[in-house]
């Protein structure tokens, strides 16, 4: 039997010896491998958390202390010894495990993070309402290097460093890598920490020839403090966290589970906020993923991947940019993921990755505006959601011409709640003078980049999906700037919003085959929305819009209230994603939950007809009421 087998839940792992516990780390390292690379997610992270998460399972008591992940696809290892084991081979599928904690799934799971730099603030507040509660319970929060780049974790370090007797350690999981390597100056102070190895040599040296002399007391203890903290800021400069007020403990090999334990009693054992500086190696223990010069295998990538929505976005950059020496572009720690590596290998003097800090990119994109340069921002759509206030008033305030290219906008599926980009286009509504663009294919992605990068009095914004790059579908007229796809009849307008382009193309072929005569259109830009669709709702029996952003605040919602001012009373129908939280599962499944398909819309437009036809057929019998 495995030793995995035996492991139903933390306490476990308590009982297991120095042998069972070393073959248990292989046997995890195993699973993850063989798991990862058949259900896809995060395989890197994990393989170098396995001895950082045995060792907090074996000195905290999980649930009652709180073991919190930031970012949350680190917590593979949790999962497997919290009694999900059984479950792992379900791991980002249908019905299965998610690939972040889950509060449904386990009560050792508290939060559901994936942004960044979230946890400590999450372990603060957790430690201080333990104390106000009178309970004797600590919180254990993980963080990575990456996360630590984030102005969010310094600002809750702030606060807990103030706080002197809260029962809180804080674990910082250094491997010198988000996705890719780790940036800025935190991560050069880390370096200089990892990369000093002889201080813990040279300051036992001091102190063993100190304390040989006959004269040690009060006065020499204060001198050998003095020695010691000056040689530690120098061969090792951890001051930025001592400066703070926070006990310090490292580095330690995250690596060697004894020295980690014995780390973490220490820190447990202080009565008040302590770091722990625990150094790995992302991909530890899988020769693949070590040696993957990209990003420590952080994700599966899939052999032989058809071209992507991000492709044709990466490709274009790199032709603008020998054509415009104005054109710059910005990443928060996702060089590859948006496909701004190229651009930063053809020009290595126009790229700026900033760390996961997307607050501070959007207003140093703003910046450089002013300076007069054209930023182009790579972004995840869901992480456009942490820096609104900065698009809002900093860049479109400024009129500052920024151009913002949401990757993976819409369903995206597998991640979960938290990496659907169903918000862009609701924030974006919000904000004066912006203007939105939703290619439907890979050729308009092209296009709408090339316009969207000539605004430079205003913020552009350009959202597509994630995954293989829809067919293109070309225009069969066009009526001023919006595309017609389709045409044969005026029961009703189609308005397909980006990559729905192709569902309302399917919609169409159904509703034609219930005998409705159907156009349908692609605005191209959203926002602001085109006075040609105004008119041209004037025309049709029934309006409907398609769009993968929720229908709360979206394009819908836009273009509703622009009929709405224009004394259009065309009947009109808004699709959309609902607004809630929704489970992970592939694009096509969540659609499909969701309704949000060509049969399920066509079937919903055709019911609407049939109700509006037999209203107007229903014979007016008012005048043979009495009184009447």
């Not at 250094?174 to 780790?182: F, L, V």
């Not at 900033?354 to 450089?368: K, N």
């Not at 340069?373 to 500052?400: I, K, M, W």
């Not at 009929?563 to 065309?570: M, Y």
């Amino acid at each position: 039997m495995r030793v995995l087998e035996t492991v139903e839940g933390p306490a476990d792992l308590k009982k297991l010896t120095d042998q069972q516990l070393t073959d248990l780390a292989t046997e995890i390292r195993d699973v993850l491998v063989e798991t990862v690379t058949r259900t896809g997610g995060h395989l890197g992270p994990n393989l170098g958390m396995v001895e950082i998460t045995l060792a907090m399972h074996r000195v905290f008591d999980s649930p009652r202390d709180r073991l919190l992940f930031d970012i949350g696809h680190q917590a593979y290892v949790h999962k497997l010894v919290t009694g999900r084991a059984g479950e792992f081979g379900t791991l980002r599928q249908q019905g299965g495990l998610s690939g972040y904690p889950s509060q449904a799934e386990s009560e050792h799971d508290v939060i559901e993070n994936c942004h960044a730099s979230t946890a400590l603030s999450y372990a603060d507040g957790l430690a201080k309402a333990y104390r106000v509660r009178g309970e004797d319970r600590h919180v254990v929060a993980v963080i990575g290097d990456g996360a630590l780049t984030g102005g969010m974790a310094w600002e809750a370090l702030n606060n807990i460093a103030a706080a002197k007797d809260l029962n809180l350690v804080i674990i910082v999981n250094d491997n010198g890598r988000s996705y890719s390597p780790t940036v800025g100056g935190l991560a050069t102070h880390l370096t200089s920490l990892r990369t000093n190895p002889r201080y813990e040599k040279v300051l036992d040296l001091i102190k063993k020839n100190l304390g040989r002399t006959p004269y040690v007391g009060p006065p020499m203890y204060e001198v050998l403090h003095g020695v010691k903290k000056g040689l530690k800021d120098m061969l090792a400069p951890q001051g930025m966290f001592e400066d703070l007020g926070l006990k310090y403990v490292g580095p330690v090999d995250g690596h060697d589970r004894q020295a980690l334990e014995d780390a973490l009693r220490n820190a447990k054992a202080f009565g008040g906020p302590v770091i722990v500086h625990a150094v790995t190696k992302k991909g530890f223990g899988y020769a693949a993923a070590e040696q993957d010069e990209e990003d420590n295998l952080h994700q599966i990538r899939p052999v032989n991947k058809p071209r992507g929505w991000t492709d044709v976005f990466s490709d274009e950059l790199i032709k603008i940019g020998h054509r415009r020496q104005d054109v710059v572009a910005i990443t928060a720690a996702m060089l590859h993921p948006t496909g701004l590596a190229p651009f930063a290998e053809e020009f290595p003097d126009r790229i700026f990755d900033v760390g996961i800090a997307e607050q501070h990119a959007v207003t140093s994109a703003a910046g450089l505006a002013l300076g007069g340069l054209h930023p182009v921002v790579g972004l995840y759509s869901t992480f456009l959601n942490r820096a609104f206030d900065q698009l809002l008033l900093d860049v479109a305030l400024h009129e500052c011409g920024v151009t913002f290219v949401l990757d993976r906008a819409g369903v995206t599926g597998d991640d979960g709640p938290t990496h659907n980009g169903i918000y862009d286009m609701s924030l974006s509504n919000l904000v004066p003078g912006l203007r939105l663009a939703a290619p439907r294919d890979g050729k308009r992605v092209q296009e709408l980049l090339n316009e969207a990068i000539e605004v430079d009095d205003a913020p552009t914004v350009l959202r597509f999906a994630k995954g293989e790059v829809f067919p293109d579908i070309e225009a069969i007229d066009r009526v001023g700037q919006i595309d017609v796809l389709h045409r044969s009849g005026k029961d009703v307008l189609l308005v397909g919003i980006g990559s729905m382009a192709a569902t309302a193309m399917e919609v169409a072929q159904r509703l034609e085959a219930h005998g409705f005569g159907v156009t349908v259109v692609d605005p191209r830009w959203v926002k602001p929305v085109n006075p040609q669709l105004v008119e041209l709702a004037k025309d049709f029996e029934l309006v409907a819009t398609i769009e993968d952003n929720g229908r709360a605040g979206g394009c819908g919602t836009m273009i509703a209230q622009a009929l709405r001012d224009a004394g259009v009373e065309t009947p009109f129908r808004d699709f959309g994603v609902p607004q809630e939280f929704l489970e992970h599962a592939k694009r096509a499944a969540v659609l499909q939950a969701i309704g949000l398909t060509g049969q399920e819309v066509a079937r919903e437009i055709t019911e609407q007809l049939t109700r509006h036809a037999e209203a107007l057929s229903e014979p007016d019998t008012a005048g043979d009421r009495p009184g009447t």
